[in-house]
């Protein structure tokens, strides 16, 4: 078990933190509460505690993640395509956000709010969107964002790598439903 927790974590710290929607910073490292809580989306994970990431990194033969802080990084393997960068930038004429659709329906209303992070994870196709919205229902819903006339209208938007842009918040105007 511990050898498939490893490997978890180092999928979701080395190679598509995006699919957690995890947002790593410059040196890689992420809050171990967020990671815990990304895992616990998958049924196999469910029960995950941080003593046991805390246990699976002590205890491996290759030290593969660091812990400090009440955060946790990988040391080393990175293929993410760069870091969670908030530079900002033109964004693509429309982006994709995955959710559930009870999500769905309070953002068609209220727009998209990053609740307890930085910012709103948006992805640049539908397969990105739907492995996201994976995590948070059965069955997701894909919604467009018209991320050129948002940028328009003065809505800013930050590149984090070749999957995921970022941004503060989109108003539900320009929002709407995946045909």
Sequence with gaps: MKQDLSRAVSHAL???PWVYELE????????????VLAL????????LTINDIE???STATKKRHEIRDGRIRALYGHSVPGRILKELATPP???????????????????LLP?????????????????????????????????DNAAA????????????WLARRV???FIGLDA
């Design 24 to 35: 790593l910073d410059t040196e890689g490292w992420v809050d171990i509460n967020d990671l």
């Design 55 to 57: 246990e699976m990194a």
């Design 115 to 147: 609740m307890k992070r930085q910012y709103v994870h948006l992805s640049v196709d539908r397969e990105t969107a739907l492995m996201v919205g994976m995590r948070k229902a059965q069955k997701p819903v894909i919604l467009n964002v018209m991320a």
């Design 153 to 164: 209208a003065g809505i800013d938007f930050y590149q984090g790598n070749d999957k995921v």
């Design 93 to 111: 004429v429309k982006l994709f956000h995955g959710t559930s659709p009870v999500a769905a329906e309070t953002i068609l209303r209220t727009g």
């Design 14 to 16: 080395r190679h598509e």
């Design 171 to 173: 108003p539900a105007r």
């Design 40 to 47: 616990r989306h998958e049924a196999r994970w469910s029960s």
